[in-house]
């Protein structure tokens, strides 16, 4: 039975199924965990560049700059592993 509101258990980052066999919640690939890793870098990062802007209302502020070019990096770096052919 499934129910909207109750997830499900999870033990060790595996969510349990009734008949209690596990499905993998984590990235089996290194390449997977690097995505996902990088797509919370650049939510914080993105994060802390609009809290910045608020704060100093400039996009130009050094703050805000350095932030900005990291975000740019990580955004670039994702860009790369993601346009990667996976080997067959």
Not at 12 to 24: F, K, T
């Amino acid at each position: 039975m499934y129910c909207t509101e109750y997830p499900g258990p999870i033990y060790r980052g595996l969510m349990l199924s009734e008949n209690q066999a596990a499905w993998p919640q984590q990235p089996e690939s290194i390449r997977s965990r690097q995505l996902l890793s990088l797509e919370n870098e650049i939510r914080v990062l993105r994060s802390r560049m609009e809290q910045l802007f608020i704060e100093q209302q400039s996009f130009i502020a050094d703050d805000v700059l350095e932030v900005s070019m990291m975000l740019d990096l990580k955004i670039n770096e994702y860009m790369r592993l993601t346009n990667k052919k996976p080997p067959l």
